[in-house]
C-alpha cells in the first residue's frame, strides 16, 4: 500500500474509495495541459484523495489539476492560507516555497512534503482540537507507553501520531515548545480514556 494511502486512511478512520479521488481523465486531462506527467508523488495524491477537503484546502489550498501552473521552472500546486506564499516542485522532485521571486528549499523531496501536509491539514483544521494540559517530560514518557511516532519534525514543526490522531506543537529557536502550547487533533472523536489520559481540553 502507498504510504501516502496508508497516512490518509490512518487520519480517516475509514478506507479510502474511488469517489474520495480525483478521475483519471481528470488528471489526464491537466497532463495535457502542461505537456507533461506529474510528478508520481502528486499524481497519486491526487487520484487517492483529491476530493477530500479536510485534506486539500482545510487549511493550505492545494491546487486541483485543472489549476496546476508551471512558473519558472516549478511546478505550483499549493498555496498558504492567506497566500503569503506557494509551493512548487522542480523536476528533480524538490520542493521550494516561494514568496514573490523568492524560493526557500524546503529540503524535503516531494513525497516527504505531501505526507508531512496530509498530517499538518489535520493538525490546524481537524474536527476535534484540544490543547495538552500535562507537561512535557510526563508526556514523553506517554509517547514511549502508548507507541506514539514521531512523524513530522520540520522548520520547528513537531508532530506525533498514533492510530490517526495527532499530538503536535512548534518549537522555539532554543528547542522549548512554543508558547508551552502542545495541541491534539484529529478527524476522529478520541476515546473518553484519552482524553482523561491525556488532560485534553477544548479548544
Not at 60 to 73: C, E, I, S
Not at 93 to 106: A, L, M, N, P, S
Not at 138 to 149: I, K, V
Request: hydrophobic letters at 40%; charged letters at 20%; aromatic letters at 10%.
Amino acid at each position: 500500500m502507498h504510504r501516502i494511502q496508508t497516512i490518509t486512511e490512518d487520519l480517516l478512520g475509514r478506507p479510502l474509495t474511488a469517489q474520495d479521488g480525483a478521475t483519471p481523465e481528470n488528471i489526464a486531462s491537466a497532463e495535457r495541459a502542461l505537456g507533461h506527467s506529474l510528478p508520481a508523488p502528486l499524481a497519486t495524491f491526487y487520484r487517492l484523495l483529491g476530493n477530500l477537503p479536510q485534506f486539500t484546502n482545510a487549511f493550505q489550498a492545494f491546487a486541483t489539476p485543472a489549476q496546476l501552473r508551471d512558473v519558472d521552472g516549478l511546478l505550483m500546486f499549493l498555496e498558504e492560507n492567506q497566500g503569503v506564499c506557494s509551493w512548487g516542485v522542480d523536476a528533480q522532485g524538490r520542493v521550494f516555497q516561494c514568496q514573490g521571486k523568492e524560493r526557500y528549499d524546503e529540503k524535503l523531496d516531494l513525497q516527504a512534503f505531501l505526507e508531512l501536509m496530509l498530517q499538518y491539514q489535520v493538525a490546524q483544521v481537524g474536527n476535534y482540537s484540544y490543547s495538552v494540559g500535562i507537561p512535557d517530560d510526563e508526556l514523553a514518557d506517554l509517547f514511549a507507553q502508548d507507541g506514539w511516532q514521531e512523524t513530522v519534525n520540520h522548520n520547528r514543526l513537531v508532530i506525533h501520531r498514533l492510530h490517526g490522531f495527532l499530538i503536535w506543537n512548534f518549537l522555539e529557536e532554543d528547542g522549548q515548545v512554543q508558547n508551552d502550547l502542545v495541541y491534539f487533533s484529529s478527524l476522529i472523536d478520541p476515546p473518553a480514556a484519552m482524553k482523561e489520559r491525556y488532560c485534553l481540553e477544548e479548544l
